[in-house]
């Protein structure tokens, strides 16, 4: 069994000073399972314990190349020497906004902020200029970050097809039941709903958000007819096709979620990868909706366009550009997924897989499914049990099974190894573990 007792040990300090003693929510896992870290290199991170971990988490997508990556740290450290924030702009600026719009053909102008929270913002407001119409409609079981008019969901634990569309309630208290209105949560992947509820409230809606591969629900991804579809009834009813690649953004091919379903979006956000872990986050899009922003639009931000950040940026998105990192990291995540799918196999595990080798999904059901409702049918009970056991031998994914797994540059031919014979041995005591409450491994919820 794995030591935690630093971690539970400073929990304890910690939780008098912050609550949960955390910085963010999602990094409570409760008194006695909270790590704190001591450091990261490539794909390993050590907790206080001095537990090492192969992580597929990886911060939640920024980390693409591997934890301090010397190539980019360099560059960091450069761009400290130009001094950080100064209320005024510096020449990077233009560098690192030329090339994303190089790999980017949507991204036409370009605006910096810092969180992938500030970029969703930017651009849904960007949108309401544009359009002159505040509503958005967003997928079931999306996630586009921590602002009050986003801050809803689609309840479906216990929704019941049949049941007419999932209740849809805030995420937690203190978002205010006025900006619910905003908000019209559709399924992935139907376009008859999208163009009903565009029939009914065309007048209201002025943006489309998506995350085509859902990087916060088990990368449940959407079909290129829908996409195609999407673009169609977004022009025909007046409404900004936003693709918020936060997470896939330099992830799963260059030009992100977009090239690979050959669709342009009106305005699309950046975040996650763009350097390597480094603060930093883009809205971009069309040349005559960005010219909103400065005439009409304020966006700004005391931290914006940061030294630090934009050398950062500017050397992971070179390596990511123009190097093989990127098809690496697939090849990588293709080979894990046939080790993993062997083992499961084997043992009779019903399994598939979703999203993108860079962003998989590891889904218990054997038809990974194609909205949050569908999500609902899959074992979780099964990730649930393994993801835990996974955490003991020295695997780090995320607890919840909505999360994705993340790929970098640094899993390597060594990770690869590891990974599978702990995966073995942690399903294997899963196995065991379900079978000793009655469960039947492998069968759907
Ligand atoms: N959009 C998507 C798709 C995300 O996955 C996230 C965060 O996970 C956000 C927006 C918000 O980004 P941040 O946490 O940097 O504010």
Known sequence: MRSLAKSNQHFRRANQKLPLGVSSNFRYWGD????YVKRGKGARVWDIDDNEYIDYRLAYGPIILGYGDSRVDEAARNGMEVGGVFALSTELEYDVACRISKMVPAAELV????SGTEAVMAALRIARSFTGKDGHVVMEGGYHGIFSEVMWYSEVEDWEPGDGAPDVLPYGEGVPAVTKRLFHPVPLNDANALEDLMKQKRDKIGAFLIEPIMGNCCAISARAQYMNDVREICDRYDVLLIV???????RVAKGGVQELFG????????AKAIANGYPMSVVAGREDIMRHVGDGVVHG???TGHSVSLAAAAKTLEILDETTALADIESYGLKLQAGLGHILNKRGVVHSFTGHPALMGLFFAEQAPSNYREWVHSNYEFYDTLA?????QGILVEPDSREPWFLCESHNVGCLGETLDKFERAVD??????EEKGSAAGSTK
């Open 111 to 114: 605006r910096f902020s810092n």
């Open 388 to 392: 835990p056991e996974l955490h003991e």
């Open 263 to 270: 669709i342009k979006a009106d305005l699309c956000t950046f």
């Open 301 to 303: 931000g005391t931290f």
């Open 32 to 35: 006695e399972g909270t790590i």
């Open 429 to 434: 005591i899963t196995l065991a573990k379900l």
């Open 244 to 250: 918020d690649e936060v997470k896939t953004g330099f």
